[in-house]
């Protein structure tokens, strides 16, 4: 066997259709990027990064409805509220992040907000 040569190792190349499969099967709840990378024949630090990717939307569009992560939260100041004001603000979503706040009240236009979202989201 002759070692006076390093071999090469061939880069594989990955179709952004396959990139986003990986991905998105890795954003399910209790989803293990290294148990789906290994599966899928790549390194968890690739899926990491085409995750990165992903989120910054340099992953060409899927062909699905793409969702964000929600966690519920109570507000300090909504502790004391009664079940009949609760229900009163049916339909209401309000997000806040540090670049927004958003209330969305029923009816939105889902155009619009689609474009906001994306626009605060970038």
Do not use: C
């Not at 630090?45 to 939307?57: C, D, I, P, S, T």
């Not at 060409?60 to 509220?81: F, M």
């Amino acid at each position: 066997m002759d070692t006076s040569q390093p071999t090469q190792r061939k880069r594989q190349r990955w179709p952004l259709a396959e990139k986003r499969r990986i991905v998105e099967a890795t954003l399910a709840p209790g989803a293990s990027v290294a148990l789906i990378a290994r599966a899928n024949g790549v390194n968890a630090n690739q899926v990491f990064a085409w995750r990165r990717l992903y989120r910054e939307g340099k992953l060409g569009q899927s062909s699905g409805s793409s969702l964000l992560p929600v966690r519920w939260t109570a507000e300090a100041g909504n502790a004391g509220d009664s079940v009949a004001a609760v229900h009163d603000r049916k339909g209401v979503i309000q997000m806040d992040t540090a670049k927004l706040r958003l209330q969305v009240e029923p009816g939105a236009d889902e155009r619009l907000l689609r474009l906001i979202l994306e626009s605060a989201l970038r």
